[in-house]
């Protein structure tokens, strides 16, 4: 547009314009694709439990399934964005979970641990979950299966919002395994290695997880 009025600019003036007003280039964030039913109902659920502090959320064990690819997208976009601003809709890449070779994986966490981490084949029916759930109670930590046993232990739907391990705690190596058998055995291996004391970090977190939530009207945060 400035060289349709004749004004002329070298690459180095608009850099230095830009981080003049704290505007600097950086790798943009992964998040993911959320519709705006997906926003209304993180909300709902922030709004209705925003006020729980963390010995309500060390009585939950959380789960989740999530499909993991065995070669993830490496592309990289650059956004001008000032700091603090990371989260923010035009300065993300929404993603959504498909692609070739991959595995689906069920898992859940509390405060003491994580629990027994499934391999499902196919789509997860109703029966399939009750025999995870079966099999997993055989598996669980003491820890988490006394929090489970405690009469003051809830189950509840969540829609999305809480810290996952799936992208905070489980993170694949650099290794590049040559088949999805080698790469459910390394996914195993690191799971494995998910201490307790990170889970409980990650439950403490809750509360303020749901305060950038609310702030965020729904939309994606840096949890």
Not at 76 to 89: E, I, M
Request: glycine share 6%.
């Amino acid at each position: 547009m400035l060289e349709e009025t004749g004004t002329k600019l070298s690459i180095s003036t608009v850099k230095r314009v830009l981080y003049r007003h704290n505007l600097k280039s950086r790798s943009a964030r992964k998040k993911p694709l959320l519709q705006n039913l997906h926003k209304k109902a993180r909300l709902r659920f922030a709004t209705a439990h925003g006020d729980k502090d963390c010995s309500f959320w060390r009585n939950i064990l959380s789960s989740d399934e999530t499909k993991i690819e065995l070669f993830g997208h490496n592309d990289h976009h650059y956004v001008w964005r000032k700091r603090g601003k990371a989260c923010k809709l035009k300065n993300t890449i929404p993603t959504v979970k498909h692609g070739v070779g991959s595995i689906m994986l069920w898992g859940c966490f509390a405060a003491g641990g994580t629990g027994a981490l499934h391999k499902i084949d196919g789509l997860m029916r109703e029966e399939n979950y009750v025999d995870i759930i079966e099999a997993t109670f055989q598996d669980i930590s003491q820890e988490v299966k006394a929090l489970v046993a405690n009469e003051s232990s809830k189950w509840t739907m969540i829609p999305s919002i809480l810290p996952k391990l799936w992208q905070n705690g489980l993170r694949t190596t650099k290794s590049r395994p040559a088949d999805l058998t080698q790469f459910h055995q390394l996914l195993q291996e690191e799971w494995a290695k998910i201490h307790p004391t990170y889970c409980g970090k990650l439950v403490e977190g809750y509360p303020k997880c749901l305060t950038q939530v609310k702030q965020f009207k729904g939309n994606a945060t840096k949890y």
